[in-house]
């Protein structure tokens, strides 16, 4: 059965209780922190060597759909009516969106510490100790635009000139890439200040606290905003059916920089040994409503 993926603000009560319940219970048991553990340990920038596939790199997107998979599947073994809704955060765009209320993914960090203080993920709440971290934080933290080095989110022009690359990625490979798709999506630029920072980047930013970063996934909205950047995949491969999906399709050869670095299209992808090949078409998986 192909199973929908809805966005967040249209969820009923009943549909953001069954999430945030799955999710409450996937920490319970441990799992959850284990989604953080994967994310920080291939949280690998361009600078090292070795193989990176899941950021500055063109699996980028095949990467984190499995990733989302892998979640989505531990979530309905919780609840077989759940899947994880997208955040559409070109509409959504400021803190009194009813993303952040106390029944769904609670609110903005408090002054100081930026602590979380309202809904399911409040540390005080005593169901959401941050417990795989790479700083000493123990709870959530959120800087909802940052007021005091403003950054504001993403626009649907921002998205559109994304979508309007009719190039899935390009040499080398990496966050230094002016166009292409994916890097694009990804959002690395070299220019300096916020402007650093684009699309998928800059909602981490945006949302700041536990949200920068390798341990990105301690804060559940991870989730929600990856869905929206998948969902932008698909509809990338909609509006561009001519292209290649996905490049390179064969790796980079001996002597290339990027050799060894990066996934080519029938390469395995730790840590599941998936290639970017199996993850093109979600339609008999799931769709976006
Ligand atoms: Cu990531
Ligand atoms: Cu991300």
Redesign the pocket.
């Known amino acids: 059965m192909v199973y929908t993926r809805k966005n967040q603000r249209n969820l009923t009560g009943a549909e953001r209780k069954a999430f945030v319940n799955a999710v409450l219970a996937l920490k319970r048991s441990g799992e959850y922190d284990e989604f953080v553990r994967t994310?920080i340990e291939f949280?690998v920038p361009d600078g090292d060597d070795g193989l990176r596939v899941?950021?500055m790199a063109p699996s980028f997107l095949p990467w984190?759909r499995q990733?989302l998979l892998e979640f989505e599947r531990a979530l309905q073994k919780i609840n077989p009516r759940v899947t994880v809704p997208y955040w559409d955060w070109t509409r959504d765009n400021t803190p009194a969106s009813s993303l952040w209320s106390e029944d769904f993914m609670g609110g903005n960090g408090r002054r100081g510490d930026f602590q979380v203080m309202t809904g399911p993920f409040a540390y005080a709440h005593g169901q959401w100790e941050v417990s795989v971290n790479v700083t000493e934080g123990r709870f959530l933290t959120r800087d909802l635009g940052r007021p005091k080095d403003p950054i504001t989110l993403p626009t649907a022009a921002d998205v559109s000139q994304a979508l309007a690359d009719p190039v899935y990625d390009m040499a080398p490979w990496n966050s230094t890439c002016r166009s292409g798709f994916r890097n694009r999506i990804e959002g690395w630029t070299t220019a300096t200040g916020n402007a650093r920072f684009r699309t998928h980047n800059r909602v981490h930013r945006w949302v700041s606290g536990a949200m920068l970063g390798a341990a990105?996934v301690n804060d559940p909205v991870f989730w929600l905003h990856?869905a929206y950047v998948d969902s932008l995949w698909s509809r990338w491969q909609a509006a561009h059916r001519t292209a290649k999906r996905y490049l390179p399709e064969v790796a980079p050869p001996k002597g290339d920089p990027q050799h060894g670095q990066v996934a080519a299209l029938h390469d395995p992808m730790p840590p599941w040994d998936i290639e970017p090949a199996a993850l093109l078409d979600h339609s008999r998986i799931y769709r976006y409503a």
């Open positions: 994310h949280y899941a950021h984190h990733f990105s990856h």
